[in-house]
């Protein structure tokens, strides 16, 4: 479900555009960067945020 909600954000976004996704649990974290670089998207990085989760940040792919 939270790829889902990640590929409609990106859906929004101009090619090249950078989306900020925060990710909470071991299940997003495999799978949400795996989905997006099999898209075509670029994952520039991932960080751990105080309060647990991961931010992960997104270049959209295409043109």
Same mark, same amino acid.
């Given at each position: 479900m %939270?790829? @889902? *909600? %990640?590929? !409609?954000?990106l859906d929004r /976004?101009? #090619?090249g555009g950078i /989306? !900020? @996704? *925060? /990710?909470r649990g071991e299940e997003p974290l495999r799978n949400v960067p795996? %989905? #997006?670089? $099999?898209q075509g998207h670029e994952? /520039?990085? $991932?960080s751990a945020a105080e309060d647990g989760s991961v931010l992960l940040r997104i270049r959209k792919g295409g043109g």
């Open positions: %939270t790829f @889902v *909600r %990640t590929r !409609l954000a /976004l101009p #090619a /989306l !900020l @996704v *925060r /990710l795996r %989905t #997006a670089i $099999e994952v /520039l990085d $991932e």
